[in-house]
Each structure stands twice: as structure tokens, then as C-alpha cells.
């Protein structure tokens, strides 16, 4: 159960990390308070998990969510640069969180 609330935090931070982008600085009030409210989300259900998971491990499963969903996010939907670069680089963050809970479990 941990593991999914993990995986819903994570998918908040991409949901934060969007909002911050579209509040413009805190300019727009909506999504200033969407930020917000996702944000106030994402860490309290990392706090959940944490008292059943490994702070390591939990800690870069929630990051790599949500670096790995707010650059394919960035990339598919918000305009941003896509390059064999890009994509090998989130390649690359998956494979280090799937070696994290690999190395975990013995």
C-alpha cells in the first residue's frame, strides 16, 4: 500500500511542478492555490509512506516520479525541447530508481 501512496505523491509533485509553472510567478491566483493544494498533498503522502518505507529509496522513487513525469509532461505537452538527450537522461533516472529498489530489497 505504501508503494502506491508513494507513486500518487510523486504523481502530485508533476501536478505541483505544472501548477508553479502556470501560476507565472504567483501571478495567477488559481493556479497558485493549485500549486498549493498539490503540493500540501505530495508531501503528506510522502510522509505517509515514510513510516512504512526507507527514506532512500521512498524519497528517490517520489523525486524520479516526478522529474521523469514533469519532463515527459514538459516535452509532450508544454512545448519543450525533445532530444535523444533528454530522453536518455530520463532513461537514465529510471534506471537509477529501479537499482535503488533492487539494492533494497534483499
Known amino acids: 500500500m505504501a508503494w502506491i501512496v508513494i507513486i500518487v505523491a510523486g504523481l502530485f509533485e508533476v501536478a505541483m511542478a505544472y501548477s508553479?509553472?502556470?501560476s507565472d510567478g504567483f501571478s495567477h491566483l488559481w493556479w497558485t492555490l493549485s500549486f498549493l493544494a498539490t503540493a500540501v498533498l505530495s508531501f503528506?503522502?510522502?510522509a505517509y509512506a515514510l513510516k512504512s518505507l526507507e527514506v532512500g529509496t521512498a524519497y528517490a522513487v517520489w523525486?524520479?516520479?516526478g522529474a521523469v513525469g514533469t519532463a515527459a509532461l514538459g516535452m509532450l505537452a508544454m512545448g519543450d525541447e525533445v532530444s535523444f538527450a533528454r530522453i536518455g537522461s530520463i532513461?537514465?533516472?529510471?534506471i537509477g530508481?529501479?537499482?535503488l529498489n533492487l539494492a533494497g530489497s534483499h
Not at 532513461?91 to 529510471?94: E, N, P, S, V
Request: proline share 0%; aromatic share 0%; no cysteine.
Open 20 to 22: 508553479l509553472k502556470m
Open 44 to 46: 503528506g503522502l510522502l
Open 63 to 65: 523525486t524520479g516520479i
Open 91 to 94: 532513461a537514465l533516472i529510471l
Open 97 to 99: 530508481v529501479v537499482g
